[in-house]
């Protein structure tokens, strides 16, 4: 847009649109990145900040664990509605079971009494409560302090913004694919250019496809009105029908009853927001529940980022609150199953051993027992890696009768439509859902490019505007105020997830809430850095916390290790990729961000340059010859 008034083409207009969009909202796209590409590992992540669980040793067969697991179980619940067991893994360290009480949906995600088990010894550990990874999940898509609707809709809207840049860019730039294969290092503004150029292009199919997928994860929330046009009971039985396993032992609800269960739901929401400690209680539960879907498998995971998209402000909420309380006591409306006999099941070391034979380098990752030592009892063996991301329904099962051991005739899959295609695809690789150990790389590298790109356009922002403000002779408030924000998301940010680690394994084990104490330790940690970046000069506030960024992630493993974790040599020796990544990152963290130092300590601002006269004649040319003789021989 030109202050002279005068007409702009395309690629002039888009310019100023790509420039405006992402410097409005690149401080929290530079945070949704950060924390997104770190999600791809919240397993990991969990595992790390729980050094309980380092010590559980994965070398023995998933037949020996299966019998660990059933021994347990058949000792402590023996009279079950249910069972499930899910083995170690590379992104797992334990036996992780539970046991539900008869009635219970066996596939429910919350609910049942969960135990987890030493894979070599079987003793039950108890791991200190940690929210883990699952916090940097949920705050990438809903922030935090906050209702979780006013997040999603601030990030779906950042998100929208990302979609905008990214197209404007293209547009922008000319020569973009050209652009990549040119980097100017040390020119100063055309270095960091090039540098977003690069980024930018040599990932720029994951960066559509992660904010396309981030606005389709969000779509129900943004344009629920056709979801309430064409089904007669709104958003519920939509969902009912997209996803049946999830409400097959919920009875089905006509529109009245769920305009009478919605104002229920509403007046208790109303009396617990009316009581001092409403709001805290309900954040506190929305934040249990993330911290325990971020401790569970895989697909347990996706499927609460799965539901999470589906949910809208207030009525999913409460809705969330009424099967929290179905799963952890009120037993009212649960439904009634039938007694079935006891009966000695089959050997379900045999049948992990067909199934493994089937499919060869897909290891088997879950076991679910339904009606154990009865009658009616089934056992199904789930693999751990899908057949294909474009159906929901694709990940390998076999089902068995747990009384006879004999094979159960396959379910007939309903099909699925190509919307419904495109949609799986485009959510399962935004959640890394389903892929193997190098495409969840590929994934998290590629964050990791998306998280540069956007950092280098706002350094980029900085760096071309400061040789104007040297002009000045002064700091413009608003060039202060983007200063001061890019040293507290680009730096900042990582410091306050270190300090987030560190107050995991430096707050007592038995502190209460100590959850609580660890997300506010990022918080105030993140906080600091911005007091900081106000106090100091710009040049001297990112010299200082690159130099603690790289101490804090230097000293992360050797914190670990001091504090009950495995060490790095231990966990690489025994094939603990799940430990021994955590620590490895963290130290390739510490050496980009010394270099970083490096280069930033070398690095001279230029100063601005000054204009001078052209000599208009030969006469001229001689007179400026002449003079600056004169002034050396006097310099000397």
Not at 192 to 199: G, M, P, Q, R, S
Not at 423 to 439: F, I, N
């Amino acid at each position: 847009m030109r202050v002279d008034a005068k007409v702009e083409g395309p690629r002039q207009s888009m310019s100023w649109l790509h420039t405006w969009v992402s410097i409005l909202l690149g401080w929290l796209l530079y945070v949704v990145f950060f924390t997104g590409t770190l999600s791809f590992f919240q397993n990991e992540i969990s595992v790390w900040m729980k050094p309980e669980l380092h010590q559980s040793l994965t070398n023995q067969s998933q037949q020996q664990q299966l019998h660990t697991a059933l021994t347990v179980l058949n000792q402590k619940e023996p009279n079950a509605g249910s069972w499930n067991i899910r083995l170690p893994s590379d992104r797992s360290t334990t036996i992780d079971i539970s046991a539900r009480a008869v009635g219970e949906n066996p596939r429910g995600r919350r609910g049942g009494n969960q135990i987890v088990l030493d894979s070599a010894t079987g003793q039950i550990i108890e791991p200190r409560e940690t929210c883990g990874g699952g916090f940097l999940y949920s705050f990438h898509f809903e922030l935090y302090g906050m209702p979780r609707i006013w997040g999603r809709w601030i990030v779906g809207v950042a998100t929208l913004f990302m979609f905008v840049a990214i197209i404007s860019g293209i547009i922008t730039h000319k020569k973009i694919f050209k652009d990549f294969f040119t980097f100017r290092p040390g020119k100063g503004q055309r270095s960091w250019l090039d540098a977003h150029n690069a980024t930018a292009v040599f990932a720029l199919p994951f960066h559509i496809m992660i904010t396309f997928s981030g606005l389709l994860l969000l779509m129900y929330m943004f344009m629920p009105w056709a979801m309430n046009s064409a089904y007669q009971g709104g958003r519920d039985e939509f969902f009912r029908e997209l996803n049946p396993e999830r409400f097959q032992n919920q009875p089905h609800q006509n529109q009245e009853q769920n305009q009478q269960q919605g104002e229920r739901q509403a007046g208790q929401q109303q009396r617990s927001e009316n009581r001092p400690d409403g709001e805290n209680s309900q954040r506190k539960n929305a934040e249990q529940q993330n911290c325990q879907n971020s401790n569970r498998g895989e697909e347990s995971q996706a499927q609460g980022n799965q539901n999470a998209t589906h949910q809208n402000a207030e009525n999913r909420n409460s809705e969330n609150r009424g099967e929290r309380g179905q799963g952890e006591g009120d037993r009212g409306e649960r439904e009634v199953a039938p007694a079935f006999p006891p009966a000695p099941m089959a050997d379900l070391s045999v049948m992990l051993q067909y199934a493994q034979s089937q499919w060869k380098d897909n290891p088997v990752s879950n076991i679910t027992v339904v009606n154990p030592n009865t009658t009616a009892s089934e056992v199904e063996f789930r693999a751990t890696h899908s057949d294909s991301l474009l159906d929901r329904n694709s990940t390998p099962t076999l089902k068995f009768n747990g009384v006879t051991g004999e094979l159960m005739p396959a379910e007939d899959a309903t099909p699925s439509l190509a919307p419904s295609k495109v949609y799986t695809l485009l959510t399962w690789l935004h959640m890394a859902r389903g892929v193997d150990t190098a495409m969840r790389w590929i994934l998290f590298l590629s964050g990791v490019i998306g998280t540069m790109m956007v950092a280098t356009g706002l350094v980029h922002w900085i760096v071309k505007r400061t040789p104007n403000i040297q002009k000045l002779g002064y700091t413009p408030f608003g060039h202060r105020v983007v200063e001061v924000l890019n040293i507290t998301s680009i730096i900042g940010l990582p410091i306050a997830c270190a300090g987030y680690f560190w107050a995991n394994r430096f707050i007592p084990a038995q502190m209460a809430d100590r959850t609580d104490w660890e997300i506010r330790t990022f918080l105030i940690v993140w906080l600091l850095t911005l007091i900081y970046a106000m106090l100091r000069k710009h040049r001297q506030a990112w010299l200082e916390l690159l130099v603690l960024a790289t101490a804090m992630y230097l000293f992360t493993p050797i914190i670990n290790l001091a504090t009950g974790g495995r060490a790095l040599w231990s966990s690489v020796y025994h094939g603990q990729s799940v430990v021994a990544s955590f620590d490895i990152v963290c130290l390739i963290l510490a050496a980009i961000f010394a270099y970083s130092y490096y280069k930033l300590k070398r690095y001279q601002s230029t100063p601005p340059k000054k204009k001078v006269a052209k000599a208009t004649s030969k006469t001229d040319k001689t007179v400026t010859s002449n003079d600056a003789s004169t002034a050396e021989e006097q310099s000397a």
